[in-house]
């Protein structure tokens, strides 16, 4: 790892470009997914990204817990920021939609674009309806409009209230999504998404109750035991075993790792990496990074955008390329890597910033 020197914790960023490197591979499949899709587990990069992005709005924003106003305010103009890159992502596929060739490429997703455009267009811009790879950043969007409440209730030391409502709507995610069976009651044809709100905001949750502890000061207790680090690695290696089919799962397994629900399983998973991960993690300097995947995490919005209009613009390319095999499809594959530098190299002139010597190794 590279040493800058900054008070911002360069380690959160180099695993958030990397999860966001990890999500383009993954969507792109190929060799190269095969060690990268859930590597460790049933957890996806997915996942990592929304705790991520928790953890490091808890960070952010606690310190603005003691004045209200402020904190709804801030996170006002973040959500706006937010929602700004979801509409230029709309925009963007709608006007692949026009194209007679892209609508053929991605029929199954742009379809209800030609059918119904106006109203196709109308529930994007509302976040009802979320086609593939646009499904995040509403989640992200709501789930910041509301940390304001959730950061101001654990000030009040009303900390398992939100844990309780956490898990409780979790639960209530682990019968279907709601919002997929209120679409159905009301005879609506739009997409709630693929990821069920009311389940993975738990990640959110942790991210946020993490980040504000760590502001706050506040022990981890019995999670900093050895005993319990190892007792972690000891049952993600179970599960690893499983997902490797090294150990054939039960079939009654599958419902308790469901991705789009966040299975039980699944969510058991989830916090036993991230025990580990922050265990691991703070082996390291704050200011300590891979610069590149550090570059890309530092901006994670501008960059998660362009992957996800990328993917609709590269399907063709992607289909043609594959019978040709793996060696070609793996150069492919790291060169769409490293396009993810254009949004930040973009972003950077339209902020008026030098970009040269971005991954250069600084002191």
Same mark, same amino acid.
């Given at each position: 790892?590279?040493?800058?020197?900054?008070?911002?914790?360069?380690?959160?960023?180099?695993?958030?470009?990397?999860?966001?490197?990890?999500?383009?591979?993954?969507?792109?499949?190929?060799?190269?997914?095969?060690?990268?899709?859930?590597?460790?587990?049933?957890?996806?990069?997915?996942?990592g990204f929304i705790f991520l992005s928790g953890l490091m709005f808890g960070q952010i924003y606690s310190r603005y817990?003691d004045e209200p106003l402020h904190l709804r305010t801030r996170a006002l103009k973040r959500a706006w920021l937010i929602?700004?890159?979801?509409?230029?992502?709309?925009?963007?596929?709608a006007l692949l939609a026009l194209i007679p060739f892209f609508g053929e490429v991605w029929q199954w997703a742009l379809?209800?674009?030609?059918?119904?455009?106006?109203?196709?267009?109308?529930?994007?811009?509302?976040?009802?309806?979320?086609?593939?790879?646009?499904?995040?950043?509403?989640?992200?969007?709501?789930?910041?409009?509301?940390?304001?409440?959730? *950061?101001?209730?654990?000030?009040?030391?009303?900390?398992?209230? /939100?844990?309780?409502?956490?898990?409780? *709507?979790?639960?209530?995610?682990?019968?279907? +999504?709601? #919002?997929?069976?209120?679409?159905?009651? @009301?005879?609506? +044809?739009? +997409?709630?998404?693929?990821?069920?709100?009311?389940?993975?905001?738990?990640?959110? /949750?942790?991210?946020?109750?993490?980040?504000?502890?760590?502001?706050?000061?506040?022990?981890?207790?019995?999670?900093?035991?050895?005993?319990?680090?190892?007792?972690?690695?000891? @049952?993600?290696?179970?599960?690893? @075993?499983?997902?490797?089919?090294?150990?054939?799962?039960?079939?009654?397994?599958?419902?308790?790792?469901?991705?789009? +629900?966040?299975?039980?399983?699944?969510?058991?998973?989830?916090?036993?990496?991230?025990?580990?991960?922050?265990?691991?993690?703070?082996?390291?300097?704050?200011?300590?990074?891979?610069?590149?995947?550090?570059?890309?995490?530092?901006?994670?919005?501008?960059?998660?955008?362009?992957?996800?209009?990328? #993917?609709?613009?590269?399907?063709?390319?992607?289909?043609? *390329?594959?019978?040709?095999?793996?060696?070609?499809?793996?150069?492919?594959?790291?060169?769409?890597?490293?396009?993810?530098?254009?949004?930040?190299?973009?972003?950077?002139?339209?902020?008026?910033?030098?970009?040269?010597? @971005?991954?250069?190794?600084?002191?």
């Open positions: 790892m590279t040493v800058l020197g900054s008070h911002r914790d360069r380690r959160l960023d180099t695993l958030r470009g990397l999860f966001l490197v990890i999500m383009l591979i993954d969507h792109l499949g190929g060799y190269v997914a095969d060690f990268t899709y859930q590597p460790f587990g049933f957890v996806s990069a997915a996942e817990v929602y700004r890159y979801h509409l230029a992502m709309v925009l963007s596929v379809q209800p674009y030609r059918e119904a455009p106006l109203a196709s267009l109308l529930g994007m811009l509302t976040l009802l309806h979320q086609p593939s790879y646009l499904n995040i950043l509403p989640l992200y969007i709501l789930f910041v409009l509301l940390s304001p409440l959730v *950061l101001r209730s654990l000030q009040r030391g009303l900390g398992l209230w /939100v844990v309780v409502a956490s898990v409780g *709507l979790w639960w209530v995610g682990q019968w279907g +999504n709601p #919002l997929a069976r209120l679409y159905q009651a @009301l005879g609506v +044809n739009l +997409n709630p998404g693929y990821f069920n709100l009311f389940s993975w905001q738990i990640l959110w /949750v942790c991210g946020l109750l993490l980040g504000y502890a760590k502001r706050s000061g506040i022990s981890g207790g019995f999670a900093l035991q050895r005993g319990v680090l190892w007792l972690a690695l000891a @049952l993600n290696f179970v599960l690893w @075993l499983y997902r490797r089919e090294y150990v054939l799962p039960d079939p009654a397994l599958l419902a308790l790792i469901d991705k789009p +629900n966040l299975g039980p399983l699944r969510l058991f998973n989830c916090m036993l990496l991230i025990l580990i991960g922050w265990r691991v993690m703070n082996l390291f300097r704050l200011e300590q990074c891979l610069p590149f995947f550090e570059l890309l995490g530092r901006y994670s919005i501008q960059v998660f955008s362009f992957h996800a209009v990328l #993917l609709y613009l590269v399907q063709y390319t992607t289909e043609w *390329l594959r019978p040709y095999g793996e060696g070609w499809f793996t150069l492919y594959t790291l060169f769409l890597v490293f396009c993810l530098l254009i949004p930040v190299v973009g972003f950077r002139r339209w902020e008026g910033l030098s970009n040269s010597g @971005l991954l250069r190794v600084r002191d």
